[in-house]
Nanobody, 117 residues
Framework: QVQLVESGGGSVQAGGSLRLSCAAS????????MAWFRQVGKEREVVAGI???????YYADSVKGRFTISRDSAKNTVYLQMNSLKPEDTAMYYC???????????WGQGTQVTVSS
């Protein structure tokens, strides 16, 4: 049973930084990719992702240049460094893990990020 545990969320003023972590456990197979999503109400969007094979990354346009996704394969942990935070970054942030390109992702429980102006 795959388990994803996010941490690092909290409240910060605009312009500040946070680093989210997501530790994966309970899975010994190959991982295709890991990603961060965020959700406000019913609106969900992908924030950033990383492919484990070649390390390629992708970002939502709204966070390019401010957020950085990285992965520590030895710890099965993915990070999201968030700099220059804006109030519109306020959301519940979720980590996902995908074992194959056509497989549905596993989801963590989420961590709340609140940015005040």
């Amino acid at each position: 049973q795959v388990q994803l545990v996010e941490s690092g969320g909290g409240s910060v003023q605009a312009g500040g930084s946070l680093r989210l972590s997501c530790a994966a456990s309970g899975y010994t197979g190959s991982i295709n990719s890991m990603a961060w999503f965020r959700q406000v109400g019913k609106e969900r969007e992908v924030v950033a992702g990383i492919y484990t094979g070649g390390g390629a990354t992708y970002y939502a346009d709204s966070v390019k240049g401010r957020f950085t996704i990285s992965r520590d394969s030895a710890k099965n942990t993915v990070y999201l460094q968030m700099n220059s935070l804006k109030p519109e970054d306020t959301a519940m942030y979720y980590c996902t893990l995908t074992t194959g390109a056509s497989e549905p992702p596993y989801w963590g429980q989420g961590t709340q990020v609140t940015v005040s102006s």
